[in-house]
């Protein structure tokens, strides 16, 4: 009863249940303000009023000048351990893809081979994250063989190569021109950098710099107090 003597509310459940059914899908263009008040037989700033939030509540996100769309659920990694980004994708029921936009052999300071990898990673066929990836190929000869226009670089490395340590780098920066372009965001919008380096024993293995639109991931570590233990360890 309650919703119906509030409209605003009668409105953001009934697209919260959309949502929260799979009706309306991450990525779905919600109808305009316009339509939505015609719809309900209400004012149109009733329905901005419950969009907003909607916004709030992380289940739509506003684009500028494109409209409403069901937000993506953000991605959840552990801190301490190297995830598989497709395995966490799927894991949210979103279909994968990667795409490699340049593979280029070629020699780092100390004169040994190396595998240069730069593509993108996509959620629901929209940009995840943008990657650039060094393989060193003294230490993982069978990567100059991998077809890495099929496979993304992570996942192969994860299948084939055990690592024994790694260090990553965690910072919030803005995106560039170009990167906000190839992630589909605007220029100098928040983004999470994530720089890792993985070795095994002394030797190394590779290098990556995977950037984050800041909505889509989240990076999590749980802690026990006195224990010093934490996820991953």
Partial sequence: MRSAANPARRIRED?????????????????????????????????????????????????????SFVAHPPVHSAVMTVPDLAELIAARGEAYRWEARTIVRRQNTND??????????????????????????????????????????????LAHIPWTSARHVVRAVGATRTEATALATSSGAACLQLERDTWRGDRPVTHV?????????????????????????
């Fill in 15 to 67: 697209i919260e249940g959309r949502i929260h059914s799979g009706e309306w899908k991450p990525g779905t263009r919600i109808p305009i303000e316009q339509d939505l008040a015609l719809h309900y037989g209400c004012a149109r700033a009733t329905v901005s009023k419950a969009l907003g939030e909607l916004v709030a509540a992380g289940l739509v996100e506003r684009r500028r000048k494109a409209g």
């Fill in 112 to 157: 040994a081979d190396t595998l240069q990898i730069d593509g993108i990673h996509f959620a629901a066929d929209e940009p995840f994250a943008l990657e650039r990836r060094t393989i060193e190929l003294a230490e993982v000869p069978a990567a100059a063989d991998a077809d890495f226009n099929v496979e993304a670089p992570g996942t192969w490395l």
């Fill in 209 to 233: 710099r995977q950037l984050f639109r800041g909505d889509r991931f989240d990076l999590v570590a749980e802690f026990q107090a006195g224990t010093g233990k934490r996820d991953g360890n």
